[in-house]
């Protein structure tokens, strides 16, 4: 399966012409901080959780967590921080 964004280093672009359904609950191996590069009407969900805006403010999403983006407009720059 693809994967809804570019990736350079440590951040992810996800790109407004990607279809809405490929942004889908998914779970990481490992616990990471996500941070939003610029103001944006993007949302993050933890599971059991209600969305949540992105606009730079830091979050964090323990492994194993089940958790999506939900499509905004425009293009949206993550800075993904991996917790060891």
């Given at each position: 399966m693809a994967r809804p964004y570019i990736?350079?280093?440590?951040?992810?672009?996800?790109?407004?012409?990607?279809?809405s359904a490929?942004?889908?609950?998914?779970?990481?191996?490992?616990?990471?901080?996500?941070?939003?590069?610029?103001n944006t009407d993007w949302k993050f969900q933890l599971d059991n959780k209600t969305p949540t805006t992105l606009n730079k403010e830091k979050l964090f999403i323990p492994k194993e967590t089940y958790h999506r983006l939900?499509?905004?407009?425009?293009?949206?720059?993550?800075?993904?921080?991996?917790?060891?």
């Open positions: 990736e350079q280093e440590d951040i992810r672009t996800f790109l407004a012409a990607s279809p490929e942004f889908v609950w998914h779970r990481d191996r490992e616990d990471r901080w996500i941070k939003s590069l610029d939900i499509k905004g407009t425009g293009d949206l720059k993550l800075k993904v921080i991996k917790v060891n």
